[in-house]
Nanobody, 126 residues
Framework: QVTLVESGGGLVQAGDSLRLSCAVSGGTFSALVMGWFRQAPGKEREFVAAISWSGLPRYYADSVKGRFSISRDNAKSTVVLQMMSLKPEDTAVYFC???????????????????WGQGTQVTVSS
C-alpha cells in the first residue's frame, strides 16, 4: 500500500515563501509520476504542478508558473513544492498525489492519480 504524507503547510503573509514536502512509502517511488493539487473552500480540486519519474519534464498550472517549483529526490522518496511570492488566492489545502502510469496528456487530471495524501493547509494573508 502506497502512503503519502504531506508537511510544511502553515500561515504566511502575501509575498512570503513556503516549502511543502511529501514523503512516500510502500511503493517504488522512482516509478511514480508525482503531482501537487490544491482545493480552496467551495472550489474543486485543481492541478498545481507535476513531475515525471525521472525529474523531467515538469508541469505547472498557469497560475503558479514562475512562482512555484516542483522537485523530487528518488533516494529519499520525497517530492517538494517550493512556493514563492505567495498570494491570498493560493490559500487552499494542498494535496500530494502519485501514479505509476506515464501519460503526459492526463497529468493534470485529478482522476489520473491513484494515490493521495491527506493534505496540508496553506493560508496566505493579505
Amino acid at each position: 500500500q502506497v502512503t503519502l504524507v504531506e508537511s510544511g503547510g502553515g500561515l504566511v503573509q502575501a509575498g512570503d515563501s513556503l516549502r511543502l514536502s511529501c514523503a512516500v512509502s510502500g511503493g517504488t517511488f522512482s516509478a511514480l509520476v508525482m503531482g501537487w493539487f490544491r482545493q480552496a473552500p467551495g472550489k474543486e480540486r485543481e492541478f498545481v504542478a507535476a513531475i515525471s519519474w525521472s525529474g523531467l519534464p515538469r508541469y505547472y498550472a498557469d497560475s503558479v508558473k514562475g512562482r512555484f517549483s516542483i522537485s523530487r529526490d528518488n533516494a529519499k522518496s520525497t517530492v517538494v513544492l517550493q512556493m514563492m511570492s505567495l498570494k491570498p488566492e493560493d490559500t487552499a489545502v494542498y494535496f500530494c498525489a502519485g501514479d505509476p502510469k506515464h501519460r503526459a496528456a492526463s497529468i493534470g487530471d485529478v482522476g489520473y492519480y491513484d494515490y493521495w495524501g491527506q493534505g496540508t493547509q496553506v493560508t496566505v494573508s493579505s
